[in-house]
């Protein structure tokens, strides 16, 4: 005999509705971008659609004015992975170092995760001070030095791989560090050790024993790394440089761009980011079946 499935409470469908008024709140403007962007050629920035095309993905490719989108891309894109990697390096290795009591390790603990509630737009206004002051100084060393050649053609030692990535790490690494943090304060030693007593030396052992086991965790800060920096914008403003990353052309674009070509370029962004997080999933699922294998 089959049970007869008891009704739902009242109070459930109250959370689902709440629920799915949530989500539609979450994703809605993302898919209202999207849909948008398939406007055809008379199509403004809002409903009703007129048609359906890529037309404005095809102005997009041609560009948005002065603004080169295409070099902003690849800005960004190495940005990210620059993030990305250090992000991966830095917490795997503090994640290392903090499974043994360090002095000093409290207070660089808390001055690391300190960076998470200080307000982003501060963040970028300091480094950027402190590029500026870095600046003078290099300016006043090459004019004791009377390197005139060089003083003629020194603008400014911010740029993407100082001062912007100085300031995405700000963000990225609190996040990775905590993760990794969390995954070894879990993670069991006594493999390590039975790979020692089987002659393996610490190298060895970290990347046939720890780095497997912790794999899957890796790839997750990985992508923190990435997705996080690939959208900044609060602590890119300040502390940029002469040339902007894609977020802040975008950000610019939305007060000169009034055509659909807008919402190709947000889509085309956020494909971008959909293939991070399935390249990801990707990853995850070969560890765990590497990991299966005899």
């Known amino acids: 005999m089959h049970r007869e499935r008891e009704p739902r409470p009242a109070s459930f469908w109250l959370l689902a509705i709440f629920f799915g008024l949530f989500l539609v709140f979450l994703y809605g403007p993302t898919l209202t971008i999207f849909v948008l962007s398939f406007q055809g050629p008379q199509g403004g920035l809002t409903f009703p659609m007129r048609g359906w095309s890529l037309h404005w993905f095809a102005r997009l490719a041609e560009g948005l004015g002065v603004i080169d989108v295409w070099a902003a891309l690849r800005r960004s894109l190495k940005l990210g992975l620059a993030v990305m990697g250090l992000t991966i390096l830095v917490s795997v290795l503090a994640g290392l170092a903090f499974r043994k009591k360090l002095r000093g390790g409290d207070a660089l603990f808390y001055l690391t995760i300190a960076s998470l509630i200080m307000p982003s737009i501060i963040v970028s206004l300091g480094i950027g001070l402190q590029f500026r002051l870095i600046d003078t100084g290099v300016q006043r060393l090459l004019e004791a030095l009377e390197w005139e050649w060089a003083l003629e053609h020194f603008t400014t030692t911010m740029g993407l791989g100082t001062s912007a990535l100085g300031a995405h790490l700000t963000w990225t690494l609190p996040f990775g560090l905590l993760i990794m943090f969390a995954v070894f304060n879990r993670f069991t030693p006594a493999y390590e050790e039975a790979a020692r007593d089987l002659g393996a030396t610490p190298w060895q052992a970290f990347r046939h024993v720890v780095l497997p086991l912790i794999g899957p965790s890796v790839v997750g800060v990985g992508l923190f790394g990435f997705t996080l920096s690939w959208d900044e914008i609060a602590r890119s403003s300040q502390a940029i440089g002469d040339l902007n990353t894609l ?47 005899p």
């Open 247 to 293: 977020p802040l052309e975008l950000q610019g674009l939305t007060t000169t761009v009034t055509t659909p070509a807008i919402y190709a370029l947000g889509t085309l962004t956020t494909v971008v980011s959909l293939l991070a997080i399935g390249l990801t999933l990707l990853a995850l699922a070969w560890l765990r079946r590497s990991r299966r294998l």
